[in-house]
């Protein structure tokens, strides 16, 4: 079946994406982009919109980190964000991607993701246990969450409460703002035809 390795190769785009990231210093709630911006606004959503053109996967677009966009979120999760891909045969792939990151006396062990329409898949990424201080410990849970698009379609129209479960249930409230934003994002084509492989906008 085609969508597996496809997934599969989105999967493995959206960590390298991370990986990239991970490289500099971390950026607190408070000064980050993500924070100053209005998350009911598609055109402020799109001002941080990334894009990247790979030879092999096609069209990839990064959305921002909602994990920043408030405080309570950011206490839970590092990063939060939607990929997209349109391959080579004009195809889309939707992956959410999340970063819970946290301190707790054990993993949470998220394993179940829904939404109002149902389960969705959720992929296991990796796992690292952090600093310990006393009972606690940080640790750091990455997982994937393929989209269909006709989940995204009606997320962009009416937003998306997912709910992902393990040892203890998390409520994410993304706006159909987020949906619209990376819906709406498609640079021109002269941009594409003058970017190098691989190079992000």
């Known amino acids: 079946m085609k969508i597996i390795p496809q997934i599969l190769a989105l999967l493995a785009l ?21 924070a100053k911006i209005d998350w009911q606004s598609p055109e402020e959503i799109t001002t941080l919109i990334e894009y990247k053109m790979d030879p092999v996967n096609g069209e990839i677009t990064y959305g921002p980190n909602f994990a920043l966009s408030e405080k309570k979120l950011s206490e839970n999760f590092s990063e939060i964000y939607l990929v997209r891909a349109v391959d ?12 819970a990151q946290y301190n707790d006396e054990g993993w949470r062990s998220y394993s179940k993701a829904t939404t109002k ?34 989940n995204f379609f ?19 409230k993304l706006p159909s ?7 709406n ?5 002269e941009v594409y035809e003058n970017l190098p492989k691989g190079q992000k906008i």
């Open 14 to 34: 959206a960590s390298l994406q991370v990986h990239a990231d991970s490289n500099t210093e971390p950026v607190s709630q408070e000064s980050s982009k993500e």
């Open 88 to 99: 080579l045969e004009g195809e889309d792939q939707y992956v959410l991607y999340v970063t």
């Open 117 to 150: 329409d149902g389960e969705l898949r959720l992929v296991p990424m990796s796992k690292d246990e952090n600093v310990c201080e006393a009972a606690n410990c940080r640790y750091e849970e990455r997982i994937a969450l393929p989209i269909s698009f006709i």
């Open 154 to 172: 009606d997320s962009a129209n009416m937003g998306m409460d997912l709910t992902i479960t393990g040892n203890r249930t998390y409520q994410i």
């Open 177 to 183: 703002s987020y949906f619209k934003a990376i819906l």
């Open 185 to 189: 994002a498609a640079p021109d084509d």
